[in-house]
């Protein structure tokens, strides 16, 4: 099976939801678009600097802006929503998007073919991975379950979203990928 260029892994996100989603369908979503990414950086061919670059690019821009979607909508409207036993769980989430973002940022000095840069995306990766598991099965249900209206939430997300994305040029290089 031939891996994915990364054109064809190069999801915009407003194609992934349509209106009326609510806002755990919306971050579900991302999540799927952001675990392709992995996956196809993981059949890249080590030699395949620029699709590994693309790839890296586009999953930093893809975590950037779910990161402050979830931080600026999603978090704060969970922390309102949910009982004090569970407002844990949304302090982690903040402290494991920041983990992440320390990990984004080396990507605006870390190249294809650098040593580390593998080794960073392969631990971001997982980071996220984790995070995305932690979400889906636990801080997500509890949420549905607290009675927060979800479709306005929704809405909210894919407003700022669609903001976010405005300022994302679409032609970026490889020195572009500063986007904190």
């Given amino acids: 099976m031939p891996r994915p260029t990364p054109t064809q892994t190069k999801t915009a996100p407003s194609s992934r939801t349509t209106p009326g989603e609510d806002a755990i369908q919306v971050l ?55 009982d004090e036993d569970d407002r844990p769980d949304v302090e982690e989430a903040y402290v494991e998007h920041f983990l992440v973002k320390v990990l984004i940022d080396k990507f605006t000095t870390l190249k294809a073919g650098e040593p580390g840069f593998d080794a960073t995306f392969k631990v971001m990766s997982e980071m996220v991975r984790h995070h995305i598991e932690e979400e889906e099965s636990d801080l997500f249900p509890k949420l549905k379950k607290s009675g927060a209206d979800l479709d306005a939430l929704g809405k909210k997300l894919m407003q700022r979203r669609a903001q976010l994305d405005a300022k994302i040029p679409k032609d970026a290089g490889d020195n572009t990928m500063r986007l904190h």
């Fill in 28 to 82: 579900m979503d991302d999540h799927r678009a952001v675990k392709k990414l992995f996956d196809a950086f993981e059949k890249t061919q080590d030699d395949d600097l620029d699709a590994k670059t693309t790839l890296v690019r586009r999953a930093c821009e893809e975590l950037t802006v779910h990161a402050m979607i979830e931080e600026e909508v999603l978090y704060p409207a969970a922390q309102e929503a949910l």
